[in-house]
């Protein structure tokens, strides 16, 4: 199959699939010669911060010498940017290659009577088809959701991420933080090494617990690696990073938003428990100078300034706000908001409110995103700012940069779907 049959055939299973769970993921890697074996991974879970300490890993194995595959959801603009090697992302026909791979051994399944694969899993089987035909000898796979049930955690990871621990998406992992963890920290086999981010009391003791009971190494934020001093420069940050085998100074890091550093610490100490060992320096300043991150505190446009952000939670919101007060000191901001509806989009914007000037909602084309009348309704009845409503992005955004007008700001965020569509609209 050409591209846009791949894409045909993978959007055709949007809604198909029934219980979470690792069975039919498992039953069609299996016809497939089980493409995920063969390569050590590390497997990232975590509420925030998985695509950014994924892709910084992957820079640093690379730089290490290690041909790495890479796997990470949603994507912002096409299909193909969840399949990655080296830094790269697939094209077009690599992705059309992997999914005509995928669809033969899941066809069969189907013919045999089994229950379709989901959307996600015939995703994550194209990642290890492509894996294995780009003859990788590493892998990075980020999580979809949660970590137990998730179609990721079909592998014996050597090295499992928890970057974070916030309240999302709780009608699927629980209503409290303890809860969250332990769907999250589910991902961790008994040959594995647990490296674990800034996590909240209630989460850590879970992520204890849990590397107690398997009895393996548990790499932990603030004990056996932290940040160290850092410090705001052109373009990014310059900090110190105390590895749990070594420290690395002057690592520059060209990205907005201080709370890069920490997925930053998080994906050296990856890096180490799966290399062994301490970093090259000069290697990893290299590879981590080389980072970019899409869709997180990315500038688009000038004049007016248009920044989007992929934050979607309220603990994400906060990181970013905290990130615009930092940096964009003297800007306010007219809001372009776009939400999936199992969001608590309240607290998101009594969070984003002090910075703001005006609200201006939208929503993509999408089932699950609130419309946008609603969703202005419900940030009326938390704000004390104008808010407008826009029927499609394209026209949210044109009367956000109206707002705004030709020296104010407008901050597009919410939801990585209504990112990614307007950096189709902004960059093609």
Same mark, same amino acid.
């Given at each position: 199959?050409?591209?846009?049959?791949?894409?045909?055939?993978?959007?055709?299973?949007?809604?198909?699939?029934?219980?979470?769970?690792?069975?039919?993921?498992?039953?069609?890697?299996?016809?497939?010669?089980?493409?995920?074996?063969?390569?050590?991974?590390?497997?990232?879970?975590?509420?925030?911060? +998985?695509?950014?300490?994924?892709?910084?890993?992957?820079?640093?194995?690379?730089?290490?010498?290690?041909?790495?595959?890479?796997?990470?959801?949603?994507?912002?603009?096409?299909?193909?940017?969840?399949?990655?090697?080296?830094?790269?992302?697939?094209?077009?026909?690599?992705?059309? #290659?992997?999914?005509?791979?995928?669809?033969?051994?899941?066809?069969?399944?189907?013919?045999?009577?089994?229950?379709?694969?989901?959307?996600?899993? #015939?995703?994550?089987?194209?990642?290890?088809?492509?894996? @294995?035909?780009?003859?990788?000898?590493?892998?990075? #796979?980020?999580?979809?959701?949660?970590?137990?049930?998730?179609?990721?955690?079909?592998?014996?990871?050597?090295?499992?991420?928890?970057?974070?621990?916030?309240?999302?998406?709780?009608?699927?992992?629980?209503?409290?933080?303890?809860?969250?963890?332990?769907?999250?920290?589910?991902?961790?086999?008994?040959?594995?090494?647990?490296?674990?981010?800034?996590?909240?009391?209630?989460?850590?003791?879970?992520?204890?617990? +849990?590397?107690?009971?398997?009895?393996?190494?548990?790499?932990?934020?603030?004990?056996?690696?932290?940040?160290?001093?850092?410090?705001?420069?052109?373009?990014?940050?310059?900090?110190?990073?105390?590895?749990?085998?070594?420290?690395? !100074?002057?690592?520059?890091?060209?990205?907005?938003? +201080?709370?890069?550093?920490?997925?930053?610490?998080?994906?050296?100490?990856?890096?180490?428990?799966?290399?062994?060992?301490?970093?090259?320096?000069?290697?990893?300043?290299?590879?981590?100078?080389?980072?970019?991150?899409?869709?997180?505190? !990315?500038?688009?446009?000038?004049?007016? #300034?248009?920044?989007?952000?992929?934050?979607?939670?309220?603990?994400?919101?906060?990181?970013?706000?905290?990130?615009?007060?930092?940096?964009?000191?003297?800007?306010?901001?007219?809001?372009?908001?776009?939400?999936?509806?199992?969001?608590?989009?309240?607290?998101?914007?009594?969070?984003?409110?002090?910075?703001?000037?005006?609200?201006?909602?939208?929503?993509?084309?999408?089932?699950?995103?609130?419309?946008?009348?609603?969703?202005?309704?419900?940030?009326?009845?938390?704000?004390?700012?104008?808010?407008?409503?826009?029927?499609?992005?394209?026209?949210?955004?044109?009367?956000?940069?109206?707002?705004?007008?030709?020296?104010?700001?407008?901050?597009?965020?919410?939801?990585?779907?209504?990112?990614? @569509?307007?950096?189709?609209?902004?960059?093609?």
């Amino acid at each position: 199959m050409d591209y846009q049959q791949a894409v045909a055939y993978l959007d055709r299973h949007i809604g198909l699939g029934g219980k979470p769970g690792l069975d039919r993921i498992n039953d069609l890697l299996d016809h497939m010669g089980r493409p995920d074996d063969g390569y050590p991974i590390i497997h990232v879970a975590g509420t925030n911060g +998985k695509t950014s300490t994924s892709r910084l890993a992957t820079l640093i194995l690379v730089a290490h010498g290690l041909t790495t595959g890479t796997h990470t959801s949603p994507h912002l603009q096409k299909v193909e940017e969840r399949l990655a090697i080296n830094g790269r992302f697939a094209t077009a026909d690599e992705f059309a #290659l992997a999914m005509s791979d995928v669809a033969a051994f899941a066809d069969l399944r189907e013919e045999r009577g089994a229950e379709p694969n989901t959307y996600f899993e #015939l995703a994550t089987a194209s990642a290890f088809a492509f894996f @294995a035909d780009q003859a990788v000898n590493a892998a990075v #796979l980020e999580v979809g959701l949660g970590g137990r049930l998730d179609a990721t955690n079909v592998v014996d990871a050597e090295v499992c991420v928890v970057t974070s621990i916030g309240v999302d998406h709780t009608e699927y992992l629980g209503e409290d933080i303890a809860s969250i963890a332990a769907e999250k920290v589910a991902i961790v086999g008994p040959k594995s090494i647990l490296v674990t981010g800034p996590l909240p009391d209630q989460a850590l003791d879970e992520t204890n617990r +849990k590397s107690r009971e398997l009895g393996i190494q548990h790499r932990r934020f603030g004990v056996d690696y932290s940040l160290g001093d850092s410090e705001r420069e052109v373009g990014g940050w310059l900090a110190t990073i105390h590895g749990a085998e070594e420290d690395y !100074e002057d690592i520059f890091l060209p990205l907005h938003g +201080k709370y890069q550093l920490f997925n930053l610490s998080v994906a050296v100490a990856a890096a180490e428990a799966m290399l062994g060992g301490m970093l090259d320096v000069e290697a990893l300043r290299d590879a981590i100078a080389a980072a970019r991150m899409p869709g997180r505190m !990315e500038p688009l446009s000038s004049s007016p #300034l248009v920044l989007v952000d992929g934050a979607h939670n309220a603990d994400g919101i906060s990181a970013l706000v905290e990130s615009l007060r930092e940096e964009f000191t003297t800007i306010r901001w007219q809001l372009l908001l776009g939400v999936m509806g199992d969001k608590n989009v309240e607290l998101m914007v009594e969070r984003l409110e002090p910075v703001l000037d005006g609200v201006i909602t939208t929503a993509v084309d999408d089932k699950r995103a609130v419309d946008p009348l609603k969703l202005a309704d419900r940030v009326a009845k938390v704000v004390d700012i104008p808010v407008l409503a826009g029927e499609t992005v394209e026209d949210a955004l044109d009367m956000a940069r109206a707002e705004a007008g030709g020296d104010g700001a407008v901050l597009v965020t919410g939801s990585l779907y209504l990112v990614g @569509a307007v950096r189709d609209l902004l960059k093609g």
